[in-house]
């Protein structure tokens, strides 16, 4: 044991975080706190937070025209399932220029990260913050106080829109999610109308499409980060959670919407996986009415946060934009 004020270390994930064995997390890369806003003077986008569960909290956010009832996102951060954060600068500016531009009521989830708490810990914390948001559109009548609603999503949300997104590690959240909705009702058995996955965290053992073998080795950041975050998950990196082609996977003709957008972008080592995943929704027999595949050219991975304002930035939150304010079909 080192001796002093040195720790010993359990996990170096450099450039991320380093986790000792006391259990104490040191993170390197996050975006600052921003507390929310009751106006915000650019968009007049509203924000506040709530509280879920003990375990479970989220951002709400209400766009400055809701004059009527708005479709509502349900939004999963990234960041590994290790860093960042509903409430950091990073999620905040970027769910707050999509609701502005959607016009949507959003709940930007904040589950709990690992190593501290591991998965399926986000998992299990998504599905309950989805679970909260569907209770809304149930009459629980007024003697019930079991769960109070929140009046934003009770007033102006309308669960007839219901989309649930989110960036790499909130993208493989909505894949988990969605695979659940399709076998498991949601309160008051509200359906999911869409669901985006941009960037979605996939990966496995062997290369698909263009992928180098390089990358695919015990000491690429990739395979480390789902290591470090789910060290106990069966087959490791081809765990369904992270392969989700993997044998034993549930298929994705289970996934529990409507309409389907995926997201990628040129320079990003996970693109292969995204348009695995689209090509494999579109033959799988998916029962759903549309699927869409949207690709930015020569941007890495996570450009629209690192890069917010940018021209493609601004292009990939109007795609996302246009996805959730889409109206339902009456045939549906």
């Known amino acids: 044991m080192a001796s002093g004020d040195t720790k010993e270390v359990a996990t170096d994930l450099l450039p991320l975080l380093?986790?000792?064995?006391?259990?104490?997390?040191?993170?390197?890369?996050?975006?600052?706190?921003?507390?929310?806003?009751?106006?915000?003077?650019?968009?007049?986008v509203s924000s506040k937070d709530v509280t879920i569960s003990p375990l479970v909290s989220a951002r709400l956010y209400l766009p400055a025209s809701a004059t009527q009832k708005l479709p509502v996102l349900v939004y999963f951060h990234g960041g590994g399932f290790c860093i960042e954060s509903a409430f950091s600068l990073f999620n905040h500016r970027y769910v707050n220029a999509l609701v502005s531009e959607s016009n949507a009521v959003a709940v930007s989830v904040e589950y709990r990260l690992a190593p501290e708490n591991p998965l399926p810990a986000a998992y299990d914390d998504s599905w309950a913050a989805l679970q909260w948001v569907a209770s809304h559109c149930v009459d629980r009548g007024a003697d019930d106080t079991s769960?109070?609603?929140?009046?934003w999503l009770a007033e102006h949300a309308d669960f007839?829109?219901?989309?649930?997104?989110?960036?790499?590690?909130?993208?493989?959240?909505?894949?988990?999610?969605?695979i659940r909705a399709g076998s498991e009702p949601l309160p008051g058995d509200l359906k999911i109308l869409?669901?985006?996955?941009?960037?979605?965290?996939?990966?496995?053992?062997?290369?698909?499409?263009?992928?180098?073998?390089?990358l695919h080795t015990e000491e690429n950041l990739i395979q480390r980060i789902w290591t470090c975050v789910y060290p106990s998950a069966p087959?490791?990196?081809?765990?369904?959670?992270?392969?989700?082609?993997?044998?034993?996977?549930?298929?994705?003709?289970?996934?529990?919407?409507a309409r389907l957008l995926v997201c990628v972008s040129g320079e990003d080592q996970l693109r292969e996986r995204g348009i695995r995943y689209f090509e494999e929704v579109k033959r799988s027999g998916w029962r759903g009415e549309k699927i869409e595949l949207f690709e930015v050219e020569g941007e890495g991975h996570a450009f629209h946060f690192f890069g917010f304002g940018s021209e493609n930035a601004k292009r990939m939150i109007t795609r996302l934009s246009s996805f959730v304010s889409q109206t339902r079909l009456a045939s549906l």
Do not use: M
């Open 18 to 44: 380093r986790h000792y064995k006391d259990g104490t997390v040191e993170r390197f890369i996050a975006s600052p706190y921003i507390p929310p806003s009751p106006h915000d003077p650019a968009t007049g």
């Open 147 to 151: 769960q109070q609603k929140d009046s």
């Open 160 to 178: 007839d829109r219901l989309f649930i997104g989110g960036d790499s590690a909130g993208a493989n959240i909505v894949h988990h999610l969605a």
């Open 194 to 214: 869409g669901a985006f996955l941009a960037q979605p965290y996939f990966w496995g053992s062997d290369p698909i499409g263009s992928e180098s073998p390089d």
């Open 235 to 257: 087959g490791g990196i081809d765990n369904p959670a992270i392969n989700p082609f993997s044998p034993g996977a549930p298929s994705v003709a289970a996934l529990g919407c």
